[in-house]
Nanobody
Framework: QVRLVESGGGVVQAGGSLRLSCAAS????????IGWYRQGPGKQRELVAV???????YYVDFVKGRFTASRDNAKNTVYLQMNSLKSEDTGVYYC???????WGQGTRVTVSS
């Protein structure tokens, strides 16, 4: 059983920063591709960023230049550094691996204006 656990969410003022973590555990866990998603209040879940095993990165336009994904393969952990946060970044952030379609439970981010 693969388990993904997000952490690092919290309440921050607009312009502030947070660093989210996604730690994977379990047998046969495959973190070659990890996607970060978020779901804002009353909104559908949306893709934020993707990081590949070689460090390849993809960001959606609304976070480019503000969010940075990284990974520590030795720790089976992927990170999302979020800077210059805006109120519209508020939501629950999830990590996901398409290998087995596993999701974490999410970590809540609240950006106050």
């Amino acid at each position: 059983q693969v388990r993904l656990v997000e952490s690092g969410g919290g309440v921050v003022q607009a312009g502030g920063s947070l660093r989210l973590s996604c730690a994977a555990s379990g047998s046969n866990v495959n973190m070659n591709i990890i996607g970060w998603y978020r779901q804002g209040p009353g909104k559908q879940r949306e893709l934020v960023a993707v990081i590949g095993s070689s460090g390849s990165l993809y960001y959606v336009d609304f976070v480019k230049g503000r969010f940075t994904a990284s990974r520590d393969n030795a720790k089976n952990t992927v990170y999302l550094q979020m800077n210059s946060l805006k109120s519209e970044d508020t939501g629950v952030y999830y990590c996901h691996t398409p290998f087995g379609d596993y999701w974490g439970q999410g970590t809540r981010v609240t950006v106050s204006s």
